[in-house]
């Protein structure tokens, strides 16, 4: 009765409630579509406002950061251009000093052996000292008679100069420079001609030092950023990237392009555009992107070109400048993040706590309404209240009454259930020494048809013993059922670990050869129950027998194990393939077994039986085998 009301009310106010929940989803009040469309209003606006700031800071932020990148790089160049300078300056001196000494006007005046020699040795040593790449004297022929590389391979004396500008006008002005690739060394270098003149001031020939620039362009290549100088023609003369080497920054006419290449000032150089072009100006700032696969990522950099004063050469320099603008975008949205975004949720909560109030006003008015109506309702439903708690009242004794029964039944189920897992466990041991009288009487067979009849005596004999075992088994049973365990009396180990052995001896006798059985003193004894400790060591061998059979090298130890005075331990160790950790984990839990045949009950009445007399078991196993520890109380402690 109390069910049946129960249900009908919990019914009906879910009916109520489902019907309430459609009411609302159809019919909103106006306040609260109001609500909802200012909050989607105030929700479009706020993105909007919070998409402009990203992307005006954005901008901005890319402006500052190419600015200051700019400035960076200008730095940097006018740097570079000072180290340029003085590379250049260092050396132009010599070419004056040499051109007024006299050993060189004299080796070009008479050039004997004698003097061509000492101008040799004199050139080598200053080429040491100043380091400079080479020093020679030129005839008025145009052929080198001295040079500091007379002793090596490629040494310039011998050669013929009279296709070098430098040579023709320093002959004809007294002074001239000129960026070439080296004829002979192929080295580009800046090539200083200086005239030289006799005592009455006629030109007898030129002298000239070459400045090689290798060592400033390792060092230009070590700042991470691409720097090179071009001449008047836009031809890269310096670079820090040896690929762009006399490559043009502009389109050279086929005309002036055939007239540079014919003069050999370098080489066999194609003279192609360089593969760079402008990408855009940024606030002034001009920037610059290269080909991909020229070894320099396709990206925008920073360009900033400056003249090398004294000479008609510009110097550039590249800088990477794609991070540099990410990092300042991302720098300025995520500042104006920081500002915009508390900004919009102090407006948020604002409004929220504003329509909050309201919201609280509206509804202590319509609390008010709603507590008559609610006063007047509630009044009625005690009533119908009272009704159903007595009719509750009632159905709840007989629920009681019920419920002792189902208790009763319940007790009794148990009491089956457990007799049915100890009959269970029953079985199971009795089926060893079955199998023992199984191998015992076909063993008896075998020694009559033989006519030995001593064996099998024994034999018949082993088989009259073990059918005791089996009656000691069945009284355990009814023991059990009586008292539930057999009483605990002092037991030898060594008779217990024997009487295991004994039993085993017969069916596992090809294998009892693995067994390396400690020498057990007599006088150690526990308190337990002689066959119930032995039905203990027969599963626990058995199990390592198993464990180990078809091993070459199978072994089982039965050995005592350290225990404090007043405990007895033995270990069964074996050299198995160890137990699963997913059934070592429910190891001691019915009918759990790794094997294929087996009920999985063992153990657990292995545990059991040593739990009765206060003992444990312990298990250790590895993937080298598994070790079974059982610790009882020494007898009289």
């Known amino acids: 009765m109390f069910a049946r009301h129960t249900w009908q009310t919990v019914r009906f106010d879910a009916q109520f409630v489902m019907a309430s929940n459609t009411q609302s989803s159809l019919d909103l009040p106006p306040s609260s579509v109001r609500r909802r469309a200012f909050w989607l209003v105030f929700l479009l606006l706020s993105v909007l406002a919070l998409t ?109 100069y009279n296709f070098r500008e430098y040579f023709t006008r320093g002959m004809s002005l007294g002074r001239a420079e000129q960026y070439a ?59 820090s990237r040896p690929e762009w080497r006399f490559l043009s920054t502009d389109d050279i006419p086929p005309q002036e392009r055939v007239a540079v290449r014919a003069s050999l000032q370098f080489g066999e150089a194609s003279l192609e555009p360089l593969p760079v072009w402008q990408l855009m100006d940024l606030d002034g700032h001009h920037m610059a992107s290269t080909e991909p696969g020229d070894g320099m990522p396709q990206q925008p950099h920073m360009s900033v070109t400056l003249d090398v004063p004294g000479t008609p050469w510009k110097m550039h320099v590249f800088a990477p400048a794609a991070d540099v603008m990410t990092a300042g975008i991302w720098q300025a949205r995520l500042a104006a993040l920081m500002v915009v975004l508390p900004l919009i949720a102090l407006a948020a909560l604002l409004f929220y706590r504003r329509g909050r109030a309201l919201r609280r006003q509206a509804a202590e008015r319509a609390a008010r309404d709603d507590l008559e109506r609610k006063v007047t309702a509630r009044t009625s439903e005690l009533t119908m209240a009272r ?61 009559l048809t033989r006519g030995e009849t001593a064996p099998a005596s024994e034999n018949l004999n082993a088989i009259g013993a073990l059918t005791d075992r089996i009656g000691a088994i069945t009284n355990e049973l009814r023991g059990f059922a009586r008292k539930g365990r057999a009483a605990a009396e002092p037991v030898s180990l060594k008779t217990a670990v024997d009487g295991a052995l004994l039993l085993l001896r017969s069916r596992f006798a090809g294998n009892l050869d693995m067994l390396k059985v400690q020498s057990i003193p007599e006088g150690i004894t526990v308190s337990a129950n002689r066959i119930r400790l032995e039905q203990v060591l027969i599963n626990l061998l058995q199990n390592a027998l198993e464990a180990v059979d078809g091993r070459a090298n199978g072994s089982i130890s039965v050995s005592l194990a350290p225990a404090n005075p007043d405990e007895v331990a033995i270990a069964i160790a074996d050299n198995g393939p160890g137990i699963p950790p997913t059934v070592l984990e429910n190891l001691f839990t019915p009918f759990n077994t790794s094997k294929d045949s087996g009920l999985g009950l063992g153990l657990v009445i292995c545990k059991d039986i040593v739990s009765d007399y206060a003992g444990r078991i312990d298990v250790e196993s590895t993937t080298a085998g598994t070790a079974f520890t059982v610790t009882l109380k020494r007898a009289g402690r």
């Open 387 to 447: 009704d159903r708690l007595q009719t509750e009242i009632s159905e709840h004794r007989s629920t009681e009454t019920r419920l002792q029964t189902v208790q009763h039944e319940l007790v009794q189920a148990n009491r089956l259930a457990i007799l049915g897992q100890v009959a269970a466990g029953v079985a199971h041991e009795i089926n060893q020494p079955v199998a023992t009288i199984r191998a015992y009487a076909d063993n008896a067979r075998t020694y």
């Open 52 to 160: 402009g700031t990203l992307f005006f800071a954005g901008e901005a932020g890319m402006r500052s950061a190419v600015s200051t990148l700019a400035d960076d790089v200008t730095e940097d160049a006018e740097l570079k251009r000072a180290l340029l300078q003085a590379t250049l300056e260092r050396p132009r001196a010599l070419p004056l000093v040499l051109a007024a000494d006299r050993q060189v006007s004299g080796a070009l005046t008479n050039p004997t052996a004698e003097a061509v020699a000492a101008l040799n040795r004199k050139l080598e040593a200053l080429v040491l000292g100043t380091k400079t790449a080479v020093i020679y004297v030129i005839g008025r022929d145009g052929i080198a008679i001295a040079a500091s590389n007379w002793q090596e391979p490629d040494s310039f004396v011998g050669n013929d």
């Open 181 to 239: 690739l080296g004829n002979v060394s192929k080295r580009p270098g800046l090539y200083l001609a200086q005239r030289v003149s006799d005592e009455n001031d006629v030109a007898v020939g030129i002298v000239v030092v070459k400045v090689e620039f290798d060592a400033l362009e390792r060092d230009w290549g070590k700042t991470g950023r691409s720097t090179f100088v071009t001449d008047n023609h836009g031809i890269v003369l310096i670079t």
